[in-house]
């Protein structure tokens, strides 16, 4: 009986601090849920950029589980950004930084590391396709697999590998402070005890990708906040975008 308890005791102690663990992922997604909606209302001020041609819109739909008139809409979206301070067709960090945080000025740990992972080609601005390929990965049809794979690299501060301890603290006490969120030292070193006591499996003090995909798999909570349900069909989740294509979307979609 009183090992059934402690079994029981252990269990929820363990799933406390999954969720916690899980915590420090929502600030990335509702950054990304506010840039898209705070950018949404606001196409009237500006007139948009040409779109891309009618050839690279639809292969982007096809590569991605967004329609065609999805990614016109999501175009709209990033002219509106990737104009706000330098008019060159791409975001720059300060850019991003403005409509964040509504300041182009200062450092940000977690933004820089938000910028990083959207720049995919690391040249130092966002490309449209590395917009659209990001948000994808948070699209509730995005495969977990991109999803695992991306949380990882969130965590992976030094792009080593690995997740090491420091990083992991670093990015918990980054992302606490976006959220206004406090947590002890005492529970936060036991976050990042306990994480490394159930993934860390080679317990060689850091976490590869293997061993993260692993300890992620058996707590899919901890991948909740990586997905965005109003990507699940932007024209609605958004009416302000205009849309002039006339294509049917249908003959673009995935094959379930």
């Known amino acids: 009986m009183g090992a059934a308890s402690s079994s029981s005791t252990s269990r929820s102690s363990s799933l406390t601090l999954a969720e916690k663990l899980c915590a420090t992922l929502i600030p990335f997604a509702v950054l990304v849920e506010v840039l898209i909606h705070s950018l949404s209302s606001c196409?009237?001020?500006?007139?948009?950029?040409?779109?891309?041609?009618?050839?690279?819109?639809?292969?982007?739909?096809?590569?991605?589980?967004?329609?065609?008139?999805?990614?016109?809409?999501?175009?709209?979206?990033?002219?509106?950004?990737?104009?706000?301070?330098?008019?060159?067709?791409?975001?720059?960090?300060?850019?991003?930084?403005?409509?964040?945080?509504?300041?182009?000025?200062g450092e940000n740990l977690f933004l820089n590391k938000v910028f990083d992972l959207f720049d995919e080609k690391q040249n130092g601005v966002i490309e449209f396709e590395e917009f659209v390929h990001v948000l994808s990965?948070?699209?509730?049809?995005?495969?977990?697999?991109?999803?695992?794979?991306?949380?990882?690299?969130l965590y992976d501060l030094r792009k080593t590998g690995y997740i090491e301890r420091e990083e992991v603290q670093e990015m918990i006490v980054a992302t606490l402070k976006e959220t206004g969120m406090r947590l002890s030292d005492e529970v936060l070193e036991e976050i990042i005890d306990n994480t490394f006591a159930d993934a860390d499996a080679d317990k060689d003090g850091r976490i590869n990708q293997e061993e993260?995909?692993?300890?992620?798999?058996?707590?899919?909570?901890?991948?909740?906040?990586?997905?965005?349900?109003?990507?699940?069909?932007?024209?609605?989740?958004?009416?302000?975008?205009?849309?002039?294509?006339?294509?049917?979307?249908?003959?673009f979609r995935k094959k379930e």
């Open 137 to 153: 990965i948070f699209h509730p049809s995005g495969p977990i697999e991109q999803k695992i794979d991306f949380s990882f690299r």
């Open 212 to 251: 993260w995909r692993n300890f992620v798999i058996q707590r899919p909570h901890l991948l909740k906040n990586m997905t965005l349900t109003s990507l699940r069909d932007v024209t609605t989740a958004f009416p302000s975008f205009i849309f002039n294509t006339g294509v049917d979307d249908d003959s």
């Open 43 to 105: 196409f009237h001020d500006r007139p948009a950029k040409p779109l891309y041609t009618f050839d690279d819109v639809s292969r982007l739909a096809r590569d991605s589980p967004f329609s065609v008139n999805e990614v016109e809409a999501l175009r709209e979206l990033f002219n509106k950004l990737s104009c706000s301070i330098i008019d060159d067709g791409l975001i720059h960090k300060e850019e991003l930084q403005l409509a964040l945080l509504h300041s182009a000025c």
